[in-house]
C-alpha cells in the first residue's frame, strides 16, 4: 500500500472511531429521565445513565426510551460507517460507540455501561446474532428478574454466536467488548456473589 493509500485507510480508521464515539456520547437516559420528572438520573439509584437506572426511578417510558435509543446508537453507528464511510470500519466505529457510551465527554467521562449499545452494535454488524442476543438477555431475565446477570451471560455469549454464525471478524470485536463491559459490571459482580443484586424494577440505591 503506498504512502497515499495508507493515509487514506488511517483517515478513514479514523473518522469511524470519531463517528462511533460521538454518537455514543448522546445520553439518553439523562434525557429522558429529565424529560418524564425524574430528575438528574446521575444523582439517583447507582448514578448510572443507562435504562436499568432510569427504570428504577419508576418511569417505565423513559427506561424504555431509553433502553431503544441507546441501542439505536450502536447500530447507527455501524451502519453510518459501513456505507458512508468504507464496509470495513463499521467494527470501529461499534468500539467508539461503546467507549462513548461509558466515557461520554460532555459528563466528565461518566457515562453508562454499555449493554443496550452493545446490543445494538450486534444487530447492526449482523442482525440475527444480534437477536439472538436480545433473545438470551430476555430469556435469562426472565429466569433471574436480573438484569446485571441477564447482561452479563448475553454478552458473554456474543462471541460464541458470532463464530455459530460464521462471522468470525466480528466475533473478535464482540470478545474484546464483553469484556471491557464485563469490567464495566464489577460492582454488579461483587453483590452477585454476595446475593445483594438488585431484581429488575426494584427502587434502590445499588451502584
Partial sequence: MSDVGLSFHFDR???????????????????????????????LGSGNIGATNVLR?????????????????????????????????????????????????????KGGK?????????????????????ATWLGAAAIWRISSLSALIAISLSSAYFLLFHQEGYSVLALALSVLVIVMHRENIRRLLRGEEPRIGAKNNAR
Fill in 114 to 134: 454499555g449493554v443496550a449499545t452493545f446490543l445494538g452494535i450486534c444487530l447492526g454488524l449482523y442482525w440475527p446474532v444480534g437477536l439472538a442476543v436480545a
Fill in 13 to 43: 480508521m479514523a473518522m469511524s472511531l470519531a463517528l462511533g464515539y460521538l454518537l455514543g456520547t448522546i445520553p439518553f437516559g439523562l434525557f429522558f429521565a429529565w424529560l418524564s420528572g425524574a430528575g438528574d438520573i446521575r444523582k
Fill in 57 to 109: 426511578t419508576g418511569k417505565k417510558w423513559a427506561a424504555a426510551a431509553t433502553l431503544l435509543c441507546d441501542g439505536a446508537k450502536g447500530a447507527a453507528a455501524v451502519l453510518l460507517a459501513r456505507y458512508f464511510i468504507f464496509y470495513d470500519m463499521e467494527a470501529l466505529a461499534g468500539l467508539g460507540a461503546v467507549l462513548g457510551h461509558m466515557f461520554p465527554i460532555w459528563l466528565r467521562f
